[in-house]
């Protein structure tokens, strides 16, 4: 045996993630839905485009009125 053998760390809450994939062999693909569902969205760069250039530039002091 090795002198420097250490066995690998894994922490508790690595450990409980490792439990939950064990029982539900179908998490990530859950996980993975629910990216999906949020996040991960097509763009549609026109519009994108569109909006930025409709955008009005933001004042110094936004409180402040244009009154003179």
Known sequence: MNIFYRPK????????????KV???ELEAKQRQGRDLLWDKAVDRSAWSE???AEVEQQPY???TNAK
Request: charged share 25%; proline share 5%; aromatic share 20%.
């Open 9 to 20: 760390y894994q922490s508790d809450v690595t450990q409980f993630i490792a439990q939950l």
């Open 23 to 25: 029982k539900d062999p």
């Open 51 to 53: 909006y930025r250039e």
């Open 62 to 64: 936004v409180y402040q």
